[in-house]
């Protein structure tokens, strides 16, 4: 069975620090994906990122950053000077590669609730 | 716009009502979700449709029932709700370029009083 762990439920954080959203997983596959969604005060749960298990190159997207570890069954995001607008909920995710009816359905993390104070 | 409109946002209704929460993508995707958001609980998954068949339903309560006359629009019919159903109900469909990859509506607020 699957299971992904965000053990921070909540970080408070002053604007211009870094900040490391944990996540880790669980899984009997070889091979899966590894998500990370934001979700807004507004509701929508936004894509922000996929890896595949067999790629643990490190990814960099302007002030966000994805360590994947796969030693350590972690997939860890990193906001690098944070702002007021990152305040959101972030979702870990985890899906298996075979599509289960023809559908990747994802396991989610709890979230963790990032309050970026100005 | 985030392709995938949910109505209503928010609805209220009591324990006796019978309502439908609607979910439409023109993304062209042909899987989409219905997940339920509680307050301090993670994300339940609910349904699963692809190309209008149910291929996933997670236990959920016959009180829920979910409807998929079109890749394009899915319902959620609700009956004789109980208060522990007030959450948010979300609903996604999956990409077919990126796989796995969710795009979500912004919710629908349900309170059952």
Redo the contacts between chains.
């Keep these: 069975a699957q299971k992904v762990t965000q053990a921070q439920t909540e970080i408070s954080v002053v604007e211009k620090e870094d900040v490391t959203l944990d996540c880790v997983y669980e899984t009997r596959d070889t091979t899966y ?1 590894l ?1 990370w ?1 934001k979700q807004p005060p ?6 922000l990122i ?1 890896r595949n298990s067999f790629d643990e190159q490190n990814e960099i997207s302007g002030r966000y950053s994805w360590n994947f570890q796969k030693s350590t069954s972690s997939f860890n995001f990193t906001i690098t000077a944070s702002q007021v607008v990152d305040s959101a909920v972030y ?1 870990c995710a985890l ?1 298996e ?1 075979i599509a ?7 396991t ?4 963790t609730s990032l309050i970026v104070h100005p | 716009e985030t392709g995938v409109t949910q109505t209503p946002r928010h609805l209220v209704m009591g324990m006796t009502n019978k309502k439908s929460l609607k979910c439409e993508q023109h993304l062209g995707h042909n899987a989409m979700y219905w997940y339920k958001q509680s307050a301090k609980k993670p994300l339940e998954l609910m349904f699963v449709y692809n190309f209008k068949e149910q291929t996933e339903n997670n236990s959920v309560p016959s009180r829920f029932s979910p409807e998929c006359p079109n890749s394009s629009h899915l319902f959620l019919h609700l009956h004789t709700l109980q208060p522990e159903d007030s959450a948010l109900y979300l609903c996604a469909s999956e990409g077919t370029s990126v796989v796995g990859e969710l795009f979500f509506g912004e919710g629908s607020r349900l309170t059952v009083l």
């Excluded at chain 1, 289960?100 to 359905?105: A, C, D, E, K, L």
């Design positions: 994906y998500f969604y507004s509701g929508e749960l936004v894509f996929r979702f899906s590669a289960s009816g023809g559908s990747y359905i994802p989610f993390g709890r979230g």
